[in-house]
């Protein structure tokens, strides 16, 4: 199917009882009053679509046909359950998502999860401990070509563990080191064609670290310059994080699913090229990881795969029937997505 198609199309996961027709634009305002980018992401993952089919006319093996055809056909249809007498009581039930790993619609969709995973995580170890504190790390390393970004993932890797696995006793700050929640981040650097590849991190130290274990900035250089085994001293930056903002905490999971891959500034051959290097390099990977604190209490809490799990019913969100403002039943209404909009 065409991602230009305008006609109506009803899966077969839709049924009869949808509300289908009445030509009404979608509009899904969020609790804090924004409208959600259900519009803006569509068209972004429409472009990085045009970017899949460019990069396989010199790398076939970048993607298989039906992954492309997923990522064409992503977020074509959606369904809301909305209340017929307030409009801003509506939420996602169904929708066909393709799951790639650098499409924008699939990576928002990530992000909220993930938001609000690490919300009842930070909020759950909180709670259990109050000795708990939180510091914020991003650790770099010189920019690399893209032949060499997927090897240079993995030695980053292997440093992070050295890092922060007790066992390898490699530095002094290990044993203060209660948890860690960790994100891949990878940035294109246009003019020089190269890529740099850094990690996200929030550690959870016993608030004894602030008084015995405090290690300066370049102290963590020291450290991440010895686990990483070169010969000169990488930028890193650390920052305690303020135990009562917790939503900063949690911001910081942004970066694990930005996926803002899509360049405007160059020629659609290089952002083609820059795409089969992305996606070669992240293929099978885990952007995320959880170590300690926060691996238990995610594990005790139950919550889905980020990365492979449920891209419709976020963490937190009510799968309700009713209206929560006037009790009436919640109806199913399907969007299609036209030419710059979705369509009921």
């Known amino acids: 199917m065409s991602i230009f198609n305008c006609t109506p199309i009803v899966p077969e996961t839709y049924t009869s009882s949808n509300i289908f027709g009445t030509g009404e634009i979608l509009s899904d305002i969020s609790a804090s009053g924004r409208e959600r980018p259900w519009v803006e992401?569509?068209?972004a993952s429409q472009k990085l679509y045009k970017l899949f089919k460019i990069a396989r006319g010199s790398d076939e093996t970048v993607i298989t046909d039906s992954a492309l055809d997923r990522l064409g056909n992503c977020a074509e249809h959606l369904v809301f359950k909305q209340c017929p007498n307030h409009s801003a009581e509506k939420h996602l039930?169904?929708?066909?998502f393709c799951r790639n790993r650098l499409c924008p619609m699939c990576n928002w969709r990530r992000s909220l999860k993930m938001f609000s995973q690490m919300s009842e995580i930070v909020e759950k170890m909180t709670d259990d401990r109050r000795d708990l504190r939180f510091i914020f790390l991003t650790l770099t390393l010189k920019n690399c070509t893209g032949d060499k970004l997927s090897e240079t993932i993995d030695h980053m890797n292997n440093?992070?563990?050295?890092?922060?696995?007790?066992t390898k006793r490699s530095n002094s700050v290990q044993k203060y080191i209660l948890g860690y929640f960790k994100a891949l981040e990878v940035t294109y650097n246009v003019k020089a064609d190269t890529y740099h590849p850094h990690f996200h991190v929030?550690?959870?130290?016993?608030d004894s670290y602030f008084t015995r274990g405090f290690t300066k900035t370049e102290k963590w250089v020291e450290i991440w310059q010895k686990c990483l085994g070169i010969d000169y001293k990488p930028v890193v930056d650390v920052r305690s994080a303020d135990?009562?903002?917790k939503g900063a905490i949690c911001e910081i999971t942004k970066y694990a699913t930005k996926g803002e891959y899509l360049l405007d500034d160059i020629s659609q051959e290089q952002a083609a090229r820059a795409v089969i290097v992305l996606a070669k390099a992240l293929k099978n990977r885990r952007l995320v990881g959880f170590g300690g604190l926060f691996r238990e209490v995610r594990k005790f809490l139950q919550h889905d795969d980020i990365e492979d799990g449920d891209l419709i019913h976020i963490t937190g969100e009510q799968d309700n029937d009713t209206c929560k403002i006037c009790g009436s039943k919640l109806l199913e209404h399907m969007y299609e997505w036209r030419i710059g909009a979705y369509v009921n």
Request: charged content about 35%; cysteine-free.
């Open 41 to 43: 992401k569509k068209k």
């Open 93 to 96: 039930t169904k929708g066909d």
């Open 159 to 166: 440093a992070f563990k050295l890092m922060t696995d007790k």
């Open 202 to 206: 929030v550690l959870a130290v016993a």
């Open 243 to 245: 135990i009562a903002n």
